[in-house]
T-cell receptor, first 110, second 115 residues
Framework: QKEVEQNSGPLSVPEGAIASLNCTYS??????FFWYRQYSGKSPELIMS??SNGDKEDGRFTAQLNKASQYVSLLIRDSQPSDSATYLC??????????WGAGTKLIIKP | DAGVIQSPRHEVTEMGQEVTLRCKPI?????LFWYRQTMMRGLELLIY????????DSGMPEDRFSAKMPNASFSTLKIQPSEPRDSAVYFC?????????????FGDGTRLSIL
């Protein structure tokens, strides 16, 4: 059974701090990973994608991938109240099928 | 550019009725996906199409569910007869292709309530 696991949270982070969201996956054949943000009552929207080991930065967001440990993370620097949302991690298996995590609810406290 | 367009945004109907959800993918996207999202089960892939052809419908919960894509710009998901446990948010998504640089773009979803 291919799985992507995330802590459901909520993860509470003070405004201005770094929020760290984590995700583990079971399928070693997964090559690509995506982080989606979903505001309450809205649809998921893509934040970042990553397929190489290491870090990938885009503005305040950094995605990290460690294929040996089967671990993906998303760091949000200088957290803002507008970052409060549920963050979905998805891994793409060898059939290009996205395997979705259940999501982590992030709360940024002003 | 217009995104993925779904209709209706909300649907409330009684058990046993037929429900039809509609989706218009982003123009030029070859892949279309239907998802269902609930608190208990999260985001579940129901079926996806490539160039209007259904590729994998293993996520369709039972025969009451059916999906069609008669052309590149329109797809429907039908539930007949509907049951209260079908209540969920149904998302349609499309992508240009598969792979890292081809993310899925989601519509606003249809919030379905079966009484």
């Amino acid at each position: 059974q291919k799985e992507v696991e995330q802590n459901s949270g909520p993860l509470s982070v003070p405004e201005g701090a770094i929020a760290s969201l984590n995700c583990t996956y079971s399928d070693r054949g997964s090559q690509s990973f995506f982080w989606y943000r979903q505001y309450s009552g809205k649809s998921p929207e893509l934040i970042m994608s990553i397929y190489s080991n290491g870090d990938k930065e885009d503005g305040r967001f950094t995605a990290q991938l460690n294929k040996a440990s089967q671990y993906v993370s998303l760091l949000i620097r200088d957290s803002q109240p507008s970052d409060s949302a549920t963050y979905l991690c998805a891994g793409e298996d060898s059939n290009y099928q996205l395997i979705w995590g259940a999501g982590t609810k992030l709360i940024i406290k002003p | 550019d217009a995104g993925v367009i779904q209709s209706p945004r909300h649907e409330v109907t009684e058990m046993g009725q037929e429900v039809t959800l509609r989706c218009k993918p982003i123009s030029g996207h070859d892949y279309l996906f239907w998802y269902r999202q609930t608190m208990m089960r999260g985001l579940e892939l129901l079926i996806y199409f490539n160039n209007n052809v259904p590729i994998d419908d293993s996520g369709m919960p039972e025969d009451r569910f059916s999906a069609k894509m008669p052309n590149a710009s329109f797809s429907t998901l039908k539930i007949q007869p509907s049951e209260p446990r079908d209540s969920a948010v149904y998302f349609c998504a499309s992508s240009l292709n598969r792979g890292l640089d081809q993310p899925q773009h989601f519509g606003d979803g249809t919030r379905l309530s079966i009484l």
